[in-house]
């Protein structure tokens, strides 16, 4: 269970940063659906579990505006009666150029019952600049070897939920994602699956998308991996807030190896700079 928990902490982390958690949208050649920035501040707090236990949460804090925005995300978990815990916190800052973000700095710090550790990250347009990964440690043989031409046209993973939440777009659905994430590059797919209606709402739905996870370098190639890459159970429902044109991410489900985690919103504050509050949900 310990190991199981140390994975799952890392599956959620990777899902909340990439796919809020994981799993975006990022200027990569193969987006097929354009997608425009709108500016507005969001709030939100979602419940982390796994089957059904509870895990933890996970924060999410954007401020858009005409030409800049920052990005924090907040995640702690906490396993075995206590005995495992894991915390995260990522901050991005980056500017805005024709609707879209272009990030300058990345940082995401972690700590845990394990180990401590960083990785930073500077961006020059949509390529990455640096990369500073601590603790330094040997890499297990069968990581795929990261490569220079994975390195372009890629955002983090907190830019790219910029990208597919801030969308006037019919759907989430039916694009192509290029996330680096300081160490692994990877394309994540979304397919449109079916629409919901969603529970305490009056006929209002949401859109399930699909996720379709390709590793392409920095990954291990071991079992863990394979089976997420071949899984089609790693869906996102999102639910569209027209006044502020954003999608939100009502809940992330993706299956591991010690069960189904779960990112389910619990609480939303959405502001623009004219209208001020706009949606609001706890």
């Given at each position: 269970m310990y190991q199981s928990s140390r994975r799952v902490a890392s599956c959620v982390a990777a899902l909340g940063s990439a796919a809020l958690a994981a799993l975006s949208s990022g200027p990569a050649a193969a987006q097929a659906i354009p997608a425009t920035l709108?500016?507005?501040?969001?709030?939100?707090?979602?419940?982390?579990?796994?089957?059904?236990?509870?895990?933890?949460?996970?924060?999410?804090?954007?401020?858009?505006?005409?030409?800049?925005?920052?990005?924090?995300?907040?995640?702690?978990?906490?396993?075995?009666?206590?005995?495992f815990r894991w915390k995260g916190v990522t901050q991005v800052s980056g500017t805005v150029g024709n609707k879209r973000p272009s990030p300058s700095d990345f940082r995401f710090d972690y700590e845990s019952t394990v180990r401590n550790g960083s990785v930073i990250m500077g961006f020059d347009k949509s390529n990455v600049d640096h990369v500073t990964v601590l603790p330094v440690v040997r890499e297990p043989e069968d990581t795929v070897p990261l490569e220079r031409k994975h390195l372009s046209n890629v955002?983090?993973?907190?830019?790219?939920?910029?990208?597919?939440?801030?969308?006037?777009?019919?759907?989430?659905?039916?694009?192509?994602?290029?996330?680096?994430d300081g160490k692994q590059r990877f394309n994540i797919s979304l397919h449109e699956a079916r629409k919901v209606t969603l529970t305490g709402t009056q006929g209002e739905t949401a859109t399930?998308?699909?996720?379709?996870?390709?590793?392409?370098?920095?990954?291990?190639?071991?079992?863990?991996?394979?089976?997420?890459?071949?899984?089609?159970?790693?869906?996102?429902?999102?639910r569209m807030v027209p006044a502020a044109k954003l999608m939100v991410p009502q809940s992330v489900s993706v299956p591991t190896g010690a069960g189904t985690a779960r990112i389910d919103l619990e609480r939303i504050s959405i502001q623009l700079p004219e209208r001020g509050r706009v949606a609001s949900v706890d």
């Open positions: 709108s500016s507005a501040s969001v709030d939100a707090g979602y419940r982390v579990t796994l089957n059904g236990f509870d895990l933890g949460t996970f924060s999410f804090k954007s401020n858009v505006g005409d030409s800049e925005y920052t990005l924090h995300t907040n995640v702690e978990l906490s396993a075995l009666l206590g005995v955002l983090d993973p907190l830019s790219a939920i910029l990208v597919l939440t801030h969308s006037d777009a019919e759907t989430p659905c039916g694009r192509t994602v290029a996330i680096f399930v998308c699909r996720v379709k996870y390709t590793p392409l370098s920095g990954y291990r190639a071991n079992a863990e991996t394979r089976h997420l890459a071949h899984t089609k159970d790693i869906e996102i429902t999102f």
